[in-house]
């Protein structure tokens, strides 16, 4: 072979071996296309999604917010239902009670006044007095239920008497008469 022959062999390798880079290169510049393309799309997708994410968040505070304001409405005007129940209930027991408390208690009141006077007129009658020193010994009670050793009852005239009566022993016993 000669040397021009293989300068044009050489030539031809090299220009081959051009050629492929060229494809070569072609080929990586696709792939890099391909690949930008795609991060790109996948970037936008991400920022899509996150837009996406954001306002599905946003959105479902709101609904969050929107829904305890309506709770606490809600419960502020139930309590607040209770509290005029509660407040006319008392009321009206409060009106009915004291009317009813008022009537019953002025002619209540004006029989035990009446009552009281006439009471202490008495107590300041001998009899009166003579009473009050009965229960102060603590013998108005027996008298009055006539018990006691030595005395009786008897059915006399239509009447219940009490009377002292001797004992086994001829004794007489009563009570202290003031």
């Known amino acids: 072979m000669s040397d021009e022959q293989e300068l ?45 994410l954001k306002q599905a968040t946003g959105a479902s505070q709101k609904a969050l917010q929107a829904a305890q304001t309506e709770m606490r409405s809600s419960l502020l005007w139930t309590g607040l239902t209770a509290f005029l129940l509660v407040l006319v209930a008392f009321g009206g027991g ?52 006539c018990k006691g050793e030595g005395w009786t009852m008897e059915r006399q005239k239509g009447r219940t008497v009490c009377f002292p009566k001797l004992d086994a022993k001829g004794n007489l016993s009563g009570w202290y008469i003031p």
């Open 8 to 52: 044009d062999d050489g030539l031809a390798a090299f220009d081959q071996l051009g050629r492929e880079m060229a494809e070569t290169n072609r080929l990586l510049r696709a792939v890099r296309s391909d690949q930008a393309a795609r991060n790109q799309q996948e970037h936008t997708l991400s920022d899509e999604m996150k837009t996406a």
């Open 94 to 145: 409060y009106f009915f009670g004291h009317r009813a408390g008022w009537d019953t208690g002025h002619a209540d009141g004006y029989q035990k006044a009446r009552n009281q006077e006439a009471a202490a007129s008495w107590a300041n009658t001998p009899a009166g007095q003579r009473a009050y020193g009965l229960d102060q010994l603590g013998s108005l009670d027996m008298l009055a239920l």
